[in-house]
């Protein structure tokens, strides 16, 4: 009889302690993440801070049978070539002509 009344009188026991482990959880996550910014999911990889992290610089240029490019490492040789900032949501390639506006 006393143990009950004991439990019956402390009801946010139980509550505490799951939003303490699930805000451990998530803090948890949030630093294994900010550790390790390559395995960001596709979500974060939109937001501001993903961009952020997943930006490379690419290199676009013509050769001599004018083909186009488009590299991470700079052309050898003496070729002229565009130098650009990519992030892994945007497209490279141009839209095409019916989609230009």
Do not use: C
Request: charged share 20%; glycine share 10%; hydrophobic share 35%.
């Amino acid at each position: 009889m006393i143990s009950s009344m004991h439990r019956a009188s402390n009801p946010w026991k139980g509550r505490l302690i799951w939003l303490m482990v699930l805000l451990t959880g998530l803090g948890g996550g949030a630093l294994y993440f900010y550790l390790n910014p390559g395995e960001l999911p596709e979500w974060a990889a939109r937001s501001g801070l993903g961009r952020d992290l997943q930006t490379t610089t690419v290199y676009r240029w013509q050769d001599a049978s004018g083909d186009w490019h488009i590299s991470d490492r700079k052309p050898v040789g003496n070729i002229d070539f565009q130098e650009g900032q990519y992030t892994r949501d945007t497209n490279v390639l141009p839209l095409p002509p019916e989609l230009q506006k």
